[in-house]
């Protein structure tokens, strides 16, 4: 199985891709009628799936199968988003690949980016998904700071770059639910740290140098995985 597709689109018994993912099975693939390809939907499911009909718009398949996951992560990583495009994008690749439940971009004081694709971000990640041959597509939000501090978790975490605030070097905590924060470029307010601190959240330490929003989401994330 060198190839795995993406589609919304499941019926009884049938699936159809469409858009991007129907343009590379028929016109780069060139995947005919008779051919079998394997599709996940994104929570969860991968179907094995006999090609009925093909054409550039769409390709029209019948279930043949069908494998369910269970959903094996459970990090949620809020990030405030990079102004750099470019940087914003490779970070949910990675993050998707490594392995996340979610996603928030997150806007803070700090905050520099104030305009995200999310239609782009979440093709991104689809496409991540497939290149890891995970199931599950992680679901991107956006959502205000203070409202981030605010939702439930086992273990909350917020990574900073204030030495008088205590910090916890703690990892490889696995099937809990997980909240790890990581700051702007300009990192955190103190007043949000002190925000997060009197919510629940433990000051994270991820080691004794400073690092970028991207770096620093990723060494998060595979520490706890």
């Not at 305009?115 to 991540?128: G, I």
Request: one cysteine or more; hydrophobic letters at 35%; glycine letters at 4%.
């Amino acid at each position: 199985m060198n190839n795995l597709f993406y589609t919304s689109q499941v019926s009884e018994g049938r699936l159809k891709l469409i858009e991007q993912e129907a343009v590379h099975c028929a016109l780069v693939l060139r995947k005919k009628a008779g051919d079998i390809i394997y599709v996940i939907d994104g929570n969860g499911n991968r179907y094995k799936c006999g090609v009925d009909k093909v054409s550039k718009r769409d390709v029209d398949c019948t279930i043949l199968s069908k494998e369910s996951q269970s959903k094996t992560e459970h990090i949620t990583i809020a990030i405030a988003p990079t102004k750099n495009r470019d940087r914003l994008e490779w970070m949910i690749e990675k993050l998707v690949e490594i392995g996340v439940e979610s996603i928030i971009l997150m806007n803070t004081s700090n905050t520099e980016r104030t305009r995200t694709n999310m239609d782009r971000l979440h093709k991104k990640a689809v496409s991540a998904v497939k290149q890891s041959l995970r199931f599950y597509i992680p679901e991107i939000r956006e959502m205000e700071y203070a409202e981030v501090v605010n939702l439930d978790a086992d273990n909350k975490l917020i990574a900073h770059c204030y030495e008088e605030q205590p910090k916890t070097k703690q990892e490889n905590i696995s099937n809990i639910k997980q909240l790890i924060l990581i700051g702007p470029e300009g990192d955190f307010t103190s007043q949000e740290v002190e925000l997060a601190l009197e919510s629940g959240f433990l000051g994270l330490d991820l080691g004794a140098y400073r690092l970028r929003t991207e770096t620093a989401a990723i060494v998060a994330v595979a520490r706890f995985q």
